[in-house]
């Protein structure tokens, strides 16, 4: 059964759509969209899809710029500010479970980078963006570094770079 609603945050309202499970939740996973995208991504479903059917709570979070109607990405500092907020509101709704967090390219990389300072038990990163096309001297790889439990899903022909296995 879903349920959309805003949630404040520092950085103007962030969109969160909620789909629960037949019975009791087993944890709580938080997903956020790539900088150009929204939280209907094909794959981003397919996993909300699997996750609940498994008895996961799914939550996806629209970043607030994209709520305000922006399609450039706010600062990295701000999509982890909002992020966070939500994350908080998130736990109190849904209290003793684990949280895992996630996302596609960029929500994966709010994920990893707040991953440890917002206490989750691990981390699902798909077309983790490991770095700009055609510069893989600008390596993200550190942000994969999340001392947790991490999955990365790419394809093995992303132009942005695919981890090598254990990096994270």
């Known amino acids: 059964m879903p349920e959309d609603d805003d949630v404040p945050t520092p950085r103007g309202p962030a969109r969160v759509d909620t789909d629960l499970p ?6 709580l996973l938080v997903l956020g969209h790539g900088a150009g995208g929204d939280v209907d991504a ?4 397919a996993l909300r899809d699997a ?20 399609r450039a990405p706010a600062p990295a500092g701000h999509l982890d500010e ?5 994350l908080a509101v998130l736990r109190q709704r849904h209290p003793g479970v684990p949280l ?16 440890p300072a917002v206490g989750a038990a691990g981390v699902v990163a798909l077309a983790f963006p490991l770095h700009p096309p055609g510069r893989p001297d600008r390596s993200r ?3 994969l570094a999340t001392g947790l439990p991490t999955l990365v899903v790419n394809g093995d022909r992303d132009p942005f770079g695919v981890p090598e296995p254990g990096s994270g």
């Open 42 to 45: 094909p794959d981003l479903r």
């Open 82 to 86: 909002a992020w966070t907020a939500v």
């Open 22 to 27: 037949a019975g009791a939740p087993s944890a």
């Open 51 to 70: 996750a609940v059917d498994a008895g996961l709570v799914v939550a996806r979070v629209t970043q607030p710029y994209r709520v305000a109607g922006r």
């Open 141 to 143: 790889a550190a942000e």
């Open 100 to 115: 895992l967090v996630g996302g596609r390219s960029s929500g994966a990389r709010v994920a990893c980078r707040t991953a």
